[in-house]
T-cell receptor, first 109, second 115 residues
Framework: GQNIDQPTEMTATEGAIVQINCTYQTSGFNGLFWYQQHAGEAPTFLSYNVLDGLEEKGRFSSFLSRSKGYSYLLLKELQMKDSASYLCAVTDSNYQLIWGAGTKLIIKP | ETGVTQTPRHLVMGMTNKKSLKCEQHLGHNAMYWYKQSAKKPLELMFVYSLEERVENNSVPSRFSPECPNSSHLFLHLHTLQPEDSALYLC??????????????FGAGSRLTVL
């Protein structure tokens, strides 16, 4: 079956760096997404990786290793507003989006 | 308005009620989706419409009935629901359906509670 694993919850300190991991086992691969979802709000697109390597967007970076079935989302200079759930999703060979259960990130002062 | 708008934001209904969820997108997208989000579970895709034609129906019980009258509007009609149907129902849209870099734009969701 197809599966995406990510930690259920993580805690980090304001101003620090946190890395949220995502591992996947899917039927084929056509890209990996990260979305951010604040409580009671819509998930919003953060990043898309289809080639191996690191994509940087300001304080957020996303890494992909297709051979390892692995990605991570790196958040630097954490702010309180970064408290949210982070959803990892993979597009398989049939262009179906397979979702992880999300990682709830708690930022403490 | 821009983006994807869902109404109502909150809905409480009894098991014998009939209600509908509404979704509207002003992005000119060609595909629209209904997802179910339950606590600590992955998003579950329920229905997909592409150019107003239903293209996916992922074994969803018949008590959920979708309707897509045009490319900007999507409804989810609810009838004789069960308490386990209580969840956040998310609508999303995208430029097209079958694409690797298919970025979804989500609405804020309708929080449904079935008593």
């Amino acid at each position: 079956g197809q599966n995406i694993d990510q930690p259920t919850e993580m805690t980090a300190t304001e101003g620090a760096i946190v890395q949220i991991n995502c591992t996947y086992q899917t039927s084929g691969f056509n890209g990996l997404f990260w979305y951010q979802q604040h409580a009671g709000e819509a998930p919003t697109f953060l990043s898309y990786n289809v080639l191996d390597g690191l994509e940087e967007k300001g304080r957020f970076s996303s890494f992909l290793s297709r051979s390892k079935g692995y990605s991570y989302l790196l958040l630097k200079e954490l702010q309180m507003k970064d408290s949210a759930s982070y959803l990892c999703a993979v597009t398989d060979s049939n262009y179906q989006l397979i979702w992880g259960a999300g990682t709830k990130l708690i930022i403490k002062p | 308005e821009t983006g994807v708008t869902q109404t109502p934001r909150h809905l409480v209904m009894g098991m014998t009620n009939k209600k509908s969820l509404k979704c509207e997108q002003h992005l000119g997208h060609n595909a629209m989706y209904w997802y179910k989000q339950s606590a600590k579970k992955p998003l579950e895709l329920m229905f997909v419409y592409s150019l107003e034609e239903r293209v996916e129906n992922n074994s969803v019980p018949s008590r959920f009935s979708p309707e897509c009258p045009n490319s900007s509007h999507l409804f989810l009609h609810l009838h004789t629901l069960q308490p386990e149907d209580s969840a956040l129902y998310l609508c999303a849209s995208s430029q097209e359906r079958a694409s690797g870099a298919n970025v979804l734009t989500f609405g804020a969701g309708s929080r449904l509670t079935v008593l």
